[in-house]
Nanobody
Framework: QVQLVESGGGLVQPGGSLRLSCAAS????????MGWYRQAPGKQRELVAS???????NYADSVKGRFTISRDNAKNTVYLQMNSLKPEDTAVYYC????????WGQGTQVTVSS
C-alpha cells in the first residue's frame, strides 16, 4: 500500500499562490489515479482535483481556472498549484489514492487571510 506525505501548506494573502506536494512511497505510484481533497472545519471533505495515469484531469467548479494538478511519476509525486487564492479556499488539504481502500496523507493546512 502507498504511503503519502503532503507538504507546502501555509498562510497566504487573498490573490496569492501556493504549491502543494504529495510524496508517495512504493513502486506502483504510476498505476493510480490521484486526487487532492480539502476539508474545512464543520464541512464535508470534498474532491478538489484528480489526475489519471494518462494525465487526464478534473477540477471542482470552485477551483477551475485557478488550480492545476500534475504528477511526476519518476519522482513519485503529485502537485497542486493554487493561484488567485480566496478565503474560501482555507482548509486542510489531503492527498488520496482514488480507489477502494486507497491511502490518505496526513493533510497540510492552507489558510488564506489578510
Amino acid at each position: 500500500q502507498v504511503q503519502l506525505v503532503e507538504s507546502g501548506g501555509g498562510l497566504v494573502q487573498p490573490g496569492g499562490s501556493l504549491r502543494l506536494s504529495c510524496a508517495a512511497s512504493g513502486s506502483f505510484f504510476r498505476i493510480y489515479t490521484m486526487g487532492w481533497y480539502r476539508q474545512a472545519p464543520g464541512k464535508q471533505r470534498e474532491l478538489v482535483a484528480s489526475i489519471t495515469t494518462t494525465d487526464s484531469t478534473n477540477y471542482a467548479d470552485s477551483v477551475k481556472g485557478r488550480f492545476t494538478i500534475s504528477r511526476d511519476n519518476a519522482k513519485n509525486t503529485v502537485y497542486l498549484q493554487m493561484n488567485s487564492l480566496k478565503p474560501e479556499d482555507t482548509a486542510v488539504y489531503y492527498c488520496h489514492v482514488i480507489r477502494v481502500g486507497g491511502s490518505w496523507g496526513q493533510g497540510t493546512q492552507v489558510t488564506v487571510s489578510s
